[in-house]
């Protein structure tokens, strides 16, 4: 019958290959081989050298055999061992120790022989048990064409590119792949439960390089041809089937040796919860060294179809070797069991048509991983009509099952479960004897698996890849610029993949998370968008007054969409500016830009706020001396408005640096100092964003156009003084209308010539105030009631408090009216605090000016304070006797009028 040789070794040694060389060189040969996968890739290669009409291919699954074809490429089960062949090799021997397929090898072993040739292809660990069964068998042995070294662990996210990742569930494998995508861009999916197409598929993403990473379950281990450089392992442990049990060394072995390509080492570890090798086990794997195979798995082949009773009793006939062991759990001889006891079938059935029928049943492969009692029940539904010899499946039947296979599903897990049974119909189209019109359901169940294929690869490539961050990933390796579109509304297209949003300098990427996905469109819009980038800062550079504005939030835009912000500067009149995006750009673009909107924000200040404008730069204020000077820098500090109710030193200010306030644009009376064209809305809304920007508080603005407004929140002084108004008791008066009030007050009083005077209740349109709330305002001004109607207990007269009275403590608005802590008594019970020159109360401290504020030259014009008058000696003096007995007041005198002012205000537009 020819030589029979072993040739062994481990993994890259080029067996197959060599294999393959041999049987072309004959005049016809056949190869079993372990997966569809692989006898369709060795087909593909034969029919390449051969052509079509030479090369047949022979799976459970799928039949191509021309009537003159001379080459069979099979998978070992499939094998058509009846035919005479010159040469005949049979790959991965040693799944022959395997419990589930291992019986089909054993027998190839021991009985499939080519005339001239036959090879054995496998691992050493076969060289003993091969000796033992006496076959007269030679044995090469092939070493590595690279070496194999261990690399320890590493994190997922760490691991090198060319990468495969083996997990041993289909929720680990899931895991894993969705980590890469969000880490790596993504990682292409090869499971055993997967069709051939599909696993081709992805195969081919990875072999692409569109993705760097695979996570396979051990179907890897056999025989695909990948560029991989390293295997991680993500556990050592697998459900066989039965039980959890451990990888043995040489499984181990066998899957790590996937690593490394003819003369390309490769290296092996662990990753993620994987325990990490023994010593002993890295060092066996590196060196190929394994223990022996000492049992092989066996069956039978010298069956008695006489009856189902007999054939049982056959295949439990023992090999009275020690070296062939029977596998007692065999799927198969379970169903085989299960149709004996059945009664509709009956444990009666006779006669070897009859019996082998019922054999060939029971050896349908189980795709669908159902276990002993799932797949037990679908074989024994066909077997109902299938059990006759001369029964068949009918067309309407079939029709039925396929519409249920063919209907859009959108999850990975239904496609599967569609899969694996479209596969046991592609298997039963291949048995002549089972169809009514086999031909027809060949090329229909093919025509359907393909479909489920292509849509489970798309839904693994959707699910584990991110097209554009490859594509992206792919696009900086090249040398060329990236295709970049720019849409009308901002959309970026890089490659034709949307990768984010441009918003004015501001590129807003698709994916914002810290992944390599999002730092794969940042890159990759970076790069892409700088031509883009450079355009826009150069129209922004040239761009008119009317391209931009100042937004509430204290951002400059420019067509509508944010460009630059307000930072904090020396003061609230010199914010700074920073542009939002474009960090990428060329300086001097950036630089020219910035200008231009420093330059529009300073026009836009001298148009919104001339005053302020015009006095910081000095440009108007050079005749403002002493205490106008003074003023001035604080109503420039203030914003609009300064509250001089309390201030005694308002009083100072001679009519000629009123008139030279006037020239300056500011106003000063006897309760409030104020800017007017601070006063209008637009000017109090700049205000607060400025000021806001500096000091990083909210400020409000006041109601527009309003005269005087109710206090509802805890408005801040400066927050009223910035807009403008001062506070009246419950409600904020504006400025120049409370100015005007006043004269009106004061001229009521002259009018009537007596301390008492009335007061019309029209006054009230003037700070446009309810009625009902216009006393507080006018006690506001330090009026009292001083007389009431009898009836209605309206005001009908009112008064002037001392200033004493006027200058008692406040009330604390924040507990309730209630009045502040009063400051520490001293010696006597007295008040300890400084006093003003001339004893005057408590002194208020002075307000430093900060010597960087452009104010600072204003201040320095202010006159210097008089110096304290040197304190006189109380002389002790013994009281008369004609002094005045205790209790009696000392006459006190006129109340002054604080809104007396020199001439009637001038009220602003």
């Keep these: 019958m020819g030589t029979l040789k072993a040739v062994l070794g481990p993994t890259n040694t080029g067996k197959t290959h060599y294999a393959i060389e041999r049987m072309m060189g004959h005049g016809t040969g056949m190869i079993g081989l372990p997966l569809r996968l692989l006898a369709r890739e060795v087909y593909d290669r034969v029919v390449k050298a051969k052509g079509e009409k030479a090369v047949a291919l022979i799976t459970g699954e799928e039949r191509i055999e021309p009537p003159q074809a001379r080459y069979w490429i099979c998978t070992v ?47 050493e660990t076969m060289r003993g048990v091969l000796r033992e069964l006496d076959l007269d068998v030679s044995t090469d042995t092939r070493e590595r064409f690279s070496q194999l070294h261990y690399a320890g662990p590493a994190k997922v996210t760490k691991l090198p590119k060319r990468t495969a990742i083996v997990a041993f569930s289909t929720e680990q494998v899931y895991a894993i792949g969705e980590l890469l995508k969000r880490q790596k861009g993504g990682a292409a999916i090869v499971m055993g439960a997967l069709s051939p197409r599909t696993r081709n598929a992805q195969v081919a993403l990875y072999q692409s390089g569109e993705v760097d990473y695979l996570v396979a379950t051990d179907a890897i281990g056999m025989g695909l041809n990948l560029d991989v450089e390293r295997i991680a392992f993500a556990a050592r442990s697998k459900f066989d089937g039965r039980q959890h049990r451990w990888l043995t060394d040489a499984e181990c072995g066998q899957i790590a040796g996937r690593a490394g390509r003819f003369r390309t080492d490769g290296e092996f570890g662990e990753t993620g919860d994987c325990p990490p090798f023994e010593d002993e086990t890295w060092r066996a794997i590196e060196e190929n060294r394994f223990d022996p195979v000492d049992e092989l798995q066996w069956r039978n082949s010298d069956l008695d179809y006489r009856s189902i009773r007999t054939l049982i009793a056959s295949l439990a006939r023992p090999s009275g070797r020690p070296t062939l062991r029977q596998n007692p759990h065999a799927l198969d001889e379970w169903v085989l069991r299960r149709m004996a006891e059945d009664a509709d079938i009956g444990p009666e059935i006779r006669g070897e048509r009859k019996v082998r029928r019922l054999w060939d049943l029971a050896r349908l492969p189980d795709f669908r991983k159902a276990g002993h009692e799932g797949h037990g029940r679908l074989v024994l539904g066909l077997a109902e009509t299938l059990a006759d010899p001369d029964a068949r499946l009918g067309d309407t039947a079939m029709s039925i099952r396929m519409e249920n296979l063919e209907a859009n599903v959108p999850d990975i897990a239904s496609l599967q479960q569609r899969l694996a049974m479209i596969r046991t119909w592609t298997y039963a189209a291949h048995r002549e004897d089972w169809l009514e019109n086999p031909a027809y359901w060949r090329e229909r169940t093919r025509e359907i698996e393909d479909r489920l294929s292509d849509a489970l690869h798309a839904a693994l490539t959707l699910r584990f890849v991110d097209r554009r961050t490859t594509a992206l990933l792919a696009g900086l390796k090249r040398e060329d610029l990236l295709v970049t579109e720019l849409s009308d509304t901002g959309e970026v297209t890089v490659e034709g993949h949307v990768v984010g949003k441009l918003v004015g300098l501001q590129f807003e990427p698709a994916s914002t998370a810290q992944t390599l996905e999002g730092k794969a469109v940042r890159t990759a819009a970076v790069t892409a968008l700088g031509p883009i980038l450079a355009e826009r800062l150069g129209e922004i550079a040239g761009a008119p007054a009317e391209a931009f504005a100042l937004s509430d939030a204290g951002t400059i835009t420019w067509k509508e969409a944010e460009i630059a912000r307000l930072k904090p500067g020396p003061d609230w009149l010199a914010p700074r500016l920073e542009l939002i995006g474009a960090e990428d750009a060329e300086n001097h673009r950036k630089d020219a830009a910035l200008k231009r909107v420093e330059e529009w924000l300073g026009a836009e200040m001298l148009r919104v706020l001339p005053t302020h404008a015009k006095l910081k730069t000095g440009e108007t204020g050079k005749e403002l001396e002493g205490m106008a000077r003074g003023l001035a820098f604080q109503l420039l500090e203030s914003g609009a408005a300064v509250d001089l109710r309390q201030d005694k030193t308002s009083g100072q200010i001679t009519p000629e640096q009123r008139e030279a306030m006037k020239a300056a644009g500011l106003r000063t009376g006897r309760v409030a100092a104020h800017i007017p064209d601070a006063q209008k809305p637009a000017a109090q809304r700049m205000i607060a964003i400025l000021q806001a920007s500096q000091t990083g508080e909210t400020r409000r603005v006041a109601p527009e156009g309003a005269g005087s407004f109710p206090l509802d929140g805890e408005w801040a002084e400066s927050e009223l003084n910035s807009q403008g108004y001062i506070r009246f008791g419950p409600r904020a008066v504006r400025a120049d209308l409370a100015e005007r009030l006043g004269w009106e007050v004061s001229k009521r009083r002259r009018e009537a010539g007596t301390p008492t005077f009335e007061l019309p209740a029209e006054l009230a349109s003037i700070v446009s105030c309810p009625g009902e709330e216009f006393p507080a305002i006018l006690k506001g001004f330090g009026l009292a009631p001083a007389e009431k109607d009898a009836e209605t207990g309206a005001i009908t007269k009112w008064r002037f408090l001392s200033r004493h009275r006027q200058e008692a403590p406040s009330r604390n608005r924040k507990t309730g009216g209630k009045p502040a802590n009063r400051p520490p008594k001293g ?28 104010f600072a030259a204003l201040a320095a014009l202010l006159p210097p304070p008089p110096p304290p008058p040197k304190p006189k000696k109380k002389k002790k003096k013994s009281r008369p006797a004609a002094q005045k007995p205790e209790g009696v007041a000392k006459p006190t005198e006129p109340p002054a009028d604080p809104a007396k002012p020199d001439r009637p205000p001038e009220q602003s537009s």
């Design 827 to 854: 010696k006597g019970g007295k008040p300890r605090h400084e006093t003003r020159s001339g004893g005057q109360g408590p002194r208020r401290p002075e307000k430093q000016p900060d010597p960087n504020s452009p």
């Design 77 to 123: 089960e499939s094998m058509p061992v009846h035919k005479r062949v010159d040469f005949l090799a049979i790959d991965e021997i040693q799944l022959a120790e395997d419990d589930d397929r291992g019986h089909v090898f054993t027998d190839r072993i021991l009985h499939a022989r080519g005339t001239s040739e036959t090879m054995l292809l496998g691992a």
